[in-house]
């Protein structure tokens, strides 16, 4: 635990201007990342007397061990600058806004030939005109369904639409009057992208004209007695209006909004968010997050309004946002909002009327959320503490491991030889910080030497990077090649220029844990242990968990430690123990798939899959076309004769496949080689491998 006082600045370093301030831990990560108005007061009240502070801001403050800040012109500058650091540094004492689903929305892809609507859910992409979002995706499916009637806008994926245009027939909606298709070319891609854009102003809110215009062609087709024609405009009507009365009216005068209400206690604060377009409600969604600092709702209400419009622009800024209390000081976040949306924005206080009563309802469902949020949550934050206090006093730890991180190694019969890294924090997954390791260090299986091969390599790169920061001054140990996160593998030149300490973000290797957990029994905890010891690393614990019996094993024990069947600290072990073999597993059955799908064919510069897949189908199996001769490859089309002649080389160069036999009679079961260069028959990477080969996979 730090003392305040070993970075407070000198007095009169800190300006008294606008600014941004980050706070960083002894690793160089940026822990929390704040604005203010006057950067000296503002951080004068984080070098105070530490019983006055707020407990999670004394827990900050203690962290640290340095601050450091940048001038900006304007509060304004200063707003921006803070949403972007904390969504570059993702600092763990700010207030980050969990949301508690994905959300799906209906999007129209207006950067196609042909738009398409659908369901989307995760980051916006550009191009994409989305609305929403809903609660639901039934919902959307629903609203869609009765819209088709009216605007029969492309709904189908890609390769849906390619083999109807190939096939000449169109799909079920576009015989039955739901889809225009554009794929057979019923309609052109102005008309279709027309059409498009209609069914984006109904959904937008600019219902009045589509109505208005469907009843005068109804009425028009009756006085000339087409009344089919008039029919079916009465029902496309009655569609457009059962679609409308899926969102009721809630404001008046056709409002584009969007309403924030926030309910918090001490810990914790849930936001709630309604989208209200044309007068009505046209989405929700909501946020929960911990109070790391004491916050204002003010204060709460300015970070949703980041985390709502950060990356949002133009009409998905609505004109009015309504608020129950507004940030101090207001001016810069109005300022922003106009800025993000290209013209002015009100924020404000409801105070009476539709908008009041609709800000009530939006209340109450925040306290609802907050509430259920509890009911969840509350356990778990219990469960968490306990398990990480369970674990350090079964390791004799002076203090609960708030970063553990578990390796595993994977193989088959020893070939593809890998390593997982997972890493948990605070009890909770943190898959942005996982790693994978390919064996390279020697040949065969020996889990063993693996795990200390990988141990070595995982912390050369930490020493690596507290060299760098003039942490640790040895300087040894950084020769070997390491692995980045794909496998490959790096030097020790690429390695200093790939930390970046900097930043503010370690990456790769560069924050240690308080923990290593290994997958195994006394060997693999003992390899692990030697190859920190090699290290010079002291401040590190190590355990293993065996499988068998459940048994955590500790370095020099005789005895393992069994921890009780209901212990919550054995719970959180094996979930992460059985989260690294899941990685590592996932990781070497990709390697395997793509070493199963490599052929001898591979190995020709210039050679692509078309053109492989030609020859496979023209001579039927890499056998036969080992024994073509070059006249009769060249007679494929495209290939040439000088292709033709390299292709002859390669085969006559590569050994040819050993036959396939039964394991269980020895017979030979075919004396063809199989397509190994396709890799199109979609089965199992395990299929065709002998039972006893598949038990063996780990």
Aim: hydrophobic residues 35%.
């Amino acid at each position: 635990m730090a003392d305040p006082s070993s970075y407070r600045p000198r007095p009169g370093e800190i300006p008294d201007s606008p600014g941004v301030y980050r706070f960083r831990d002894e690793h160089r990560r940026v822990i929390y990342v704040g604005k203010a108005k006057s950067l000296r007061q503002r951080l004068a009240n984080y070098f105070q007397d530490l019983a006055n502070l707020h407990p999670r801001t004394r827990t900050m403050v203690t962290t640290a061990a340095s601050v450091e800040w940048t001038v900006v012109s304007t509060e304004v500058e200063a707003l921006q600058l803070e949403y972007s650091w904390i969504k570059e540094y993702d600092p763990r004492f700010n207030v980050k806004y969990r949301d508690d689903k994905s959300y799906p929305y209906l999007a129209v892809t207006m950067n196609e030939e042909f738009p398409r609507v659908q369901v989307m859910r995760g980051h916006k992409k550009k191009g994409v005109r989305y609305f929403g979002p809903y609660a639901h995706a039934w919902a959307i499916r629903d609203t869609v369904d009765l819209l088709l009637r009216v605007f029969p806008v492309r709904t189908c994926s890609a390769g849906v639409f390619k083999n109807a245009a190939r096939t000449g027939r169109p799909c079920l909606l576009g015989y039955i009057g739901k889809c225009s298709a554009p794929c057979v070319g019923r309609i052109g891609p102005e008309d279709h992208r027309e059409l498009a854009e209609e069914f984006s102003d109904f959904m937008a809110g600019r219902t009045g004209t589509y109505l208005r215009r469907l009843e005068k062609q109804m009425m028009e087709a009756a006085e000339e007695m087409e009344y089919e024609r008039a029919a079916r405009l009465r029902d496309d009507i009655e569609a457009l209006k059962k679609a409308m009365e899926k969102n009721a009216v809630v404001l008046a005068d056709a409002t584009d909004a969007d309403l924030i209400a926030v309910a918090e206690d001490e810990l914790e604060a849930a936001v709630q968010i309604f989208h209200v377009r044309g007068g009505r409600v046209r989405g929700q969604r909501g946020w929960v997050t911990d109070k790391v600092e004491e916050i204002t709702t003010g204060a709460l209400v300015e970070h949703a309004l980041q985390q709502l419009y950060g990356e949002e622009t133009g009409d998905a800024v609505p004109k009015e946002v309504l608020v129950p209390a507004l940030p101090e000081p207001v001016e810069p976040v109005q300022e922003w909002l106009t800025g993000r949306r290209g013209a002015n924005v009100s924020l404000r206080i409801p105070q009476r009327g539709d908008k009041k009563a609709l800000m009530e309802t939006v209340q109450r469902n925040a306290q609802q959320a907050l509430a259920l949020h509890k009911t969840k949550r509350a356990s778990d934050l219990t469960t968490r503490s306990r398990a990480l206090e369970e674990i350090a006093e079964a390791l004799d730890l002076d203090s609960a491991p708030l970063r553990i991180e578990c390796y595993d190694i994977s193989h088959l019969q020893g070939d593809d030889v890998v390593a997982s890294m997972v890493v948990f924090e605070d009890g909770l997954q943190r898959k942005s910080e996982y790693r994978r390791f390919q064996i390279r260090g020697f040949a065969g299986q020996d889990d063993v030497r693996s795990m200390h091969e990988v141990i070595t390599r995982r912390f050369k790169r930490y020493l690596a990077e507290k060299e760098k920061t003039g942490e640790w001054a040895d300087g040894s140990g950084t020769e070997d090649p390491l692995t980045d996160g794909d496998g490959t593998l790096t030097g020790p030149d690429e390695i200093t220029n790939s930390l970046k300490d900097d930043d503010g973000r370690p990456k790769k290797f560069a924050y240690p844990p308080q923990l290593v957990v290994v997958d195994g029994g006394q060997p693999q905890v003992a390899a692990a242990q030697r190859a920190l010891d090699a290290l010079g690393i002291d401040d590190i614990a190590v355990c293993g968990l065996a499988k068998r019996l459940e048994e955590v094993w500790l370095p020099g024990d005789d005895d393992p430690v069994v921890l009780p069947r209901t212990s919550e600290g054995l719970y959180l072990l094996q979930r992460i123990r059985d989260e690294a073999h899941r990685f590592a597993i996932t990781y070497q059955r990709t390697k395997r798939a793509k070493r199963f799908r490599a052929g001898p064919l591979d190995d020709v510069p210039g050679l692509g899959e078309t053109r492989k897949q030609a020859l496979i189908k023209h001579f039927g199996s890499v056998k036969k076309l080992r024994s073509a001769t070059i006249e009769e490859i060249q007679g494929v089309p495209g290939i040439g004769r000088k292709t033709a002649e390299t292709i002859a080389a390669a085969l006559a160069q590569a050994a040819p496949a050993a036959p396939a036999v039964n394991t269980a009679t020895g017979e030979i079961i075919d004396d063809e080689e199989p397509d190994t260069t396709a890799g199109s028959t979609g089965e199992p990477v395990t299929a065709g491998l002998p039972d006893e080969r598949r038990g063996q996979e780990r």
